[in-house]
């Protein structure tokens, strides 16, 4: 008779039951959904540091090649298309700025410089900067 239960015995531990099995299932389904959002997440991720490179590349073009000549006299707005990116500079005196202060007999003066920038897809960008324009003599 001990025979008979230990055989028994033997054959229910020897294979997987069907809930186990459903369990493994949806442990690997969790995974591979795990898995499927972080590539996913990734990508997309990828895809936003291309176009902020894109339009950081086209805001450091335009600095240095729309920009006004420092001893011509200046247009207080420049704006256009390029690279297939729109864009507007707009130059002001510093002057209004609060706390500065500049000597009476300089030849430069600050210009405040803001670059605003849209590329294709929509994104945009504002810089800003100060450049120093000569003061044309009188």
């Known amino acids: 008779m001990r025979r008979i239960y230990q055989r028994t015995t033997l054959r229910r531990g020897a294979g997987f039951i069907l809930v186990e099995q ?7 389904a969790v995974t591979l959904a795990a898995i499927g959002a972080l590539v996913s997440t ?3 991720g990828a895809s936003q540091i291309e176009r ?6 086209a805001s450091n073009n ?5 920009m006004p000549p420092r001893d011509g006299s200046v ?6 298309e390029s690279w297939g990116h729109r864009w507007r500079m707009i130059l002001s005196p ?3 700025d609060p706390g ?17 920038v849209q ?12 450049r120093l324009q000569r003061i044309r003599s009188q």
């Open 42 to 44: 990734t990508t997309r």
């Open 119 to 130: 590329a294709p897809s929509g994104p945009a960008l504002r810089l800003q900067t100060m």
């Open 94 to 96: 510093a002057q209004a």
């Open 22 to 28: 459903l369990v493994a299932i949806t442990v690997i």
């Open 62 to 66: 335009l600095l240095s090649t729309m």
């Open 52 to 57: 902020r490179v894109a339009l950081l590349q």
């Open 75 to 80: 247009a207080p707005n420049l704006g256009g």
């Open 100 to 116: 500065l202060v500049l000597r009476q007999n300089s030849r430069w003066v600050p210009l405040r410089v803001e670059l605003l």
